[in-house]
């Protein structure tokens, strides 16, 4: 059973290490993430140069920057940095787990920041996305 | 869908505009209390005047840029490095822009873009690079 403590600059760790739940990309997935980006190129409900619909690039790119809700309760943060290297192309389908690890925390200009490095793979252990991220502590 | 095969390095990429309404946030983030994304008074509580988009939203917005120009070569293969330097705030509309900065040879050929988005302040939000590859 996890427990969940308030996340603090102090509780933060670095080395500290996140994975995800599996979750499964469902078409409808796909079109809500159309709606919500407006972005409904055909590949994503059609043939593509990949022999059928893929997903948009960044489509569970939530998965990896909530991965520090799998341990901490987060009162409010705001996204600084992003990093993606698009490897493999998502599909509906696919059932999709993030692994995160933190590479450092920081002070600047009073505010408070983690970094974490991620990976997104299939069920069969293929990186589709890797990157970086940083993201900025609001206190509670 | 056609993609260019005609890119110099100075080219400027046909701009996208996105009209960020609260059901596009709720859509993306998904709707929670205590949310900056999604839950008004909690926004305001933490110090801002309305809900925030996501950051996130934008490197999506640069994807589709990225697609339109280089298609399968940005899905697999591409490559985005992005600063969130303003935030954006539900009813803004952003323009993301893009300009040709390199075309790489090397396993391939990479063109790489300088991007950003900007409100319709014309104040930039987000800045950064992105790269995919020629088929």
């Given at each position: 059973m996890t427990e969940f403590k308030p996340l603090t600059y102090e509780a933060l760790t670095v080395g500290e290490e996140f994975v995800s739940d599996a979750y499964l990309v469902t078409p409808e997935d796909v079109d809500t993430y159309a709606f919500a980006v407006d972005d409904h190129h055909p590949w994503f409900f059609g043939p593509s140069p990949f022999g059928g619909p893929v997903a948009h690039?960044?489509?569970?790119?939530n998965q990896a920057l909530r991965l520090r809700h799998s341990r901490y309760v987060v009162h409010a943060g705001l996204h600084a940095k992003m990093q993606f290297e698009f490897l493999e192309p998502i599909r509906a389908g696919m059932r999709v787990r993030s692994r995160g690890r933190v590479v450092d925390k920081y002070e600047r200009r009073g505010k408070q920041y983690m970094v974490t490095e991620f990976v997104t793979e299939d069920d069969a252990g293929t990186t589709l996305v890797r990157g970086q991220f940083t993201q900025m502590l609001i206190p509670a | 869908m056609a993609i260019a095969h005609d890119i110099a390095v100075g080219q400027e990429l046909p701009p996208l505009e996105k009209d960020l309404t609260q059901r596009h946030i709720d859509a993306y983030s998904g709707v929670r209390t205590r949310s900056i994304h999604t839950d008004e008074a909690w926004a305001r509580r933490k110090g801002f005047r309305t809900t925030l988009a996501q950051g996130m939203m934008s490197t999506a917005y640069v994807s589709e840029m990225m697609t339109r120009l280089l298609g399968a070569g940005f899905i697999k293969g591409g490559a985005m490095s992005v600063a969130f330097v303003k935030p954006v705030y539900a009813g803004d509309r952003l323009t993301v822009r893009g300009v040709v900065k390199e075309v790489r040879e090397k396993d391939g050929t990479r063109v790489v873009v300088e991007v950003w988005c900007e409100n319709q302040h014309r104040q930039k939000t987000a800045v950064g690079s992105a790269s995919g590859l020629l088929a």
């Open positions: 690039p960044t489509l569970v790119a | -």
